[in-house]
Every structure is written in structure tokens, then in C-alpha cells.
């Protein structure tokens, strides 16, 4: 589809259309930017872990990563130990 086709097909809608139209664009944007945020996100991550691995520090296994996040979080969840 070309954007000629687009502009065609939008200038048929009435106004209330066009602004459902526009709310959707404006959510793939959006979206766009929260999967690309999501993305830095995992890099830095993985570039954190991997700085721990060479370090020659033990990742901690899954309780002791639950552990931790209840005692950071003011004990919520002590009877995790």
C-alpha cells in the first residue's frame, strides 16, 4: 500500500475515525520504543552478568536471587529462608 492509498482511505473516515486512526499510530510509536528500550535493557543486563562471571563472583542461584530481593524489599517474603 502506498502512502497515497493510506492518505485516500483516511480522508474517507469522518473525524471520530480519524482520531481512532491517529491514537493507533501514535500506540505503535509507542510500542516501538518500549521493545526498543526493552532491548538496551536486556544488552546492559547481559553485559552486567557477564562482568559478574568474569569477576570470578558465584551467581546467586534463584532462591538466593528471591532472598535478596525480599531483603532489599524490607523483608517481604521472609519465609522464603
Known amino acids: 500500500?502506498?502512502?497515497?492509498?493510506?492518505?485516500?482511505?483516511?480522508?474517507?473516515?469522518?473525524?471520530?475515525?480519524?482520531?481512532?486512526?491517529l491514537a493507533f499510530i501514535?500506540?505503535?510509536?509507542?510500542?516501538?520504543?518500549?521493545?526498543?528500550?526493552?532491548a538496551k535493557l536486556g544488552i546492559k543486563l547481559r553485559e552486567i552478568r557477564q562482568e559478574i562471571i568474569d569477576?570470578?563472583?558465584?551467581?546467586?542461584?534463584?532462591?538466593e536471587a528471591d532472598i535478596e530481593k525480599a531483603e532489599r524489599r524490607g523483608g517481604y517474603g521472609e519465609d522464603l529462608r
Open 55 to 63: 569477576s570470578g563472583l558465584p551467581l546467586l542461584t534463584e532462591e
Open 1 to 21: 500500500m502506498t502512502p497515497e492509498q493510506i492518505l485516500d482511505k483516511l480522508q474517507e473516515l469522518n473525524a471520530d475515525e480519524q482520531e481512532k486512526v
Open 26 to 38: 501514535d500506540s505503535l510509536e509507542s510500542q516501538k520504543h518500549q521493545i526498543k528500550h526493552s
